[in-house]
Nanobody, 115 residues
């Protein structure tokens, strides 16, 4: 059973913006902290940001300022707004749901930043 469905990736020019979406089942959305990660081939998956049920958000230091995580309770969807994109932001972006030792991952969505 698919728990997390991502969308919103694509190709964007440097300096542009994209918004990624991750729709979760209602059970997952209500119980789990939601987050975003990214991965470049040959490198480890990198944490970007997380948001708790309270709405409190945390960010990796390197992601602060350009990336914003948010959630829409009615739509059981978490968003990642990405601004001022750079070529080094090119990666596969993954949605994550975590609660204690339980983890779910989305299928990933590709973001390419290129002129």
């Amino acid at each position: 059973q698919v728990q997390l469905v991502e969308s919103g990736g694509g190709v964007v020019q440097p300096g542009g913006s994209l918004r990624l979406s991750c729709t979760a089942s209602r059970r997952i959305f209500s119980l789990y902290a939601m987050g975003w990660y990214r991965q470049v081939p040959g490198k480890e998956r990198e944490w970007i940001a997380s948001i708790r049920n309270s709405g409190h958000a945390d960010y990796a230091d390197s992601m602060k300022g350009r990336f914003t995580i948010s959630r829409d309770v009615a739509k059981t969807t978490v968003y990642l707004q990405m601004n001022s994109l750079k070529s080094e932001d090119t990666a596969v972006y993954y949605c994550n749901a975590q609660r204690f030792e339980s983890n779910f991952w989305g299928q990933g969505t590709q973001v390419v930043v290129s002129s």
